[in-house]
């Protein structure tokens, strides 16, 4: 009988290949461990690399945040040294939209004791779209920097932050009772704040600093470019039909038009955002009393 010279292939093979000893139970045990821990480790990399530059450390309790926020820099006492840091910082502000799904918007203020020498700062947090009130918190802290226009964030920041320490809703986003990018050298307190938390940041200011604009439509949602020196550095912005404009800048983390529309959403029904507005109203109280 004629052989299949295949088959006589297949049976040399066989008899050649040794028979491949079976996994043992422990060993099976060993290696499920290892990939498990090596999915784990790669997954938890890959998602401290795609979520941590947007969000701060959440606290355990009031208090923990102060200690994860730091401003990578000595607080100046002359104007001279706040250029200095202002222009190492100013290379680090974000203009590109780079926000998680906001559910919490948080507003701030600073005033001051009679004597200019205690700074109060206000931070208001707040649920996002509804616009409803989840905490609010007031520091005091002594004022070291003296008020010189274009230097704001080096007398307020400070006090920010002592508020900030005490919340324990981690904000998505600040709206700034101030400006950002429409600074003279691109660094305001939008930027400041911004830049230090890592948090996204707009400036929300209510009086042009430096720029200059169109003529603006009465409408509400009516807008122009802030320009200065032929560069775009924020927007006029009408909230309310009839009344006068705010100006909104980038601060960190996010575009114009972006910064625009949550400013609009957070204004429902007056000329400044809720965030705005219960900020400063907390800050005032502190300071009635």
């Not at 008020?147 to 904000?171: D, H, N």
């Not at 929300?204 to 439509?217: C, D, M, N, T, Y």
Request: glycine residues 8%.
């Amino acid at each position: 009988m004629m052989t299949n010279g295949f088959n006589v292939l297949a049976n040399i093979k066989i008899a050649i290949a040794p028979k491949p000893a079976a996994a043992s139970p422990a060993m099976v045990l060993v290696w499920s461990i290892v990939l498990t821990l090596f999915i784990l480790l790669f997954s938890g990399v890959v998602g401290l690399w795609l979520y941590a530059p947007y969000t701060m450390i959440k606290p355990k309790k009031a208090g923990d945040m102060g200690s994860e926020i730091e401003p990578g820099h000595v607080w100046p006492t002359t104007a001279a040294e706040a250029v200095t840091i202002q222009e190492q910082l100013r290379s680090r502000v974000m203009t590109a939209d780079g926000l998680l799904p906001v559910a919490y918007v948080a507003g701030v203020d600073v005033g001051y004791n009679a004597e200019n020498t205690i700074a109060r700062a206000a931070v208001v947090v707040l649920s996002f779209p509804q616009l409803q009130l989840v905490e609010q918190v007031v520091a005091e802290v002594p004022s070291t920097f003296p008020y010189i226009p274009g230097y704001l964030s080096f007398r307020e920041v400070p006090a920010i932050l002592a508020a900030l320490s005490q919340i324990k809703t981690t904000p998505h986003l600040f709206l700034c009772d101030g400006q950002g990018l429409a600074h003279p050298r691109r660094f305001g307190l939008a930027c400041h704040l911004g830049v230090i938390t890592n948090i996204p940041s707009i400036g929300v200011a209510k009086s042009r600093f430096i720029g200059q604009h169109e003529p603006l439509g009465n409408d509400r949602g009516s807008w122009q470019p802030l320009i200065d020196n032929g560069e775009v550095i924020g927007a006029v912005v009408r909230t309310r039909s009839g009344v006068k404009p705010i100006y909104v800048s980038i601060g960190h983390k996010i575009s114009l038009p972006t910064a625009m529309e949550y400013v609009l959403r957070c204004t429902p029904k007056y000329r400044l955002p809720e965030t705005t507005r219960l900020a400063d109203a907390l800050a005032s109280q502190r300071r009635r009393r």
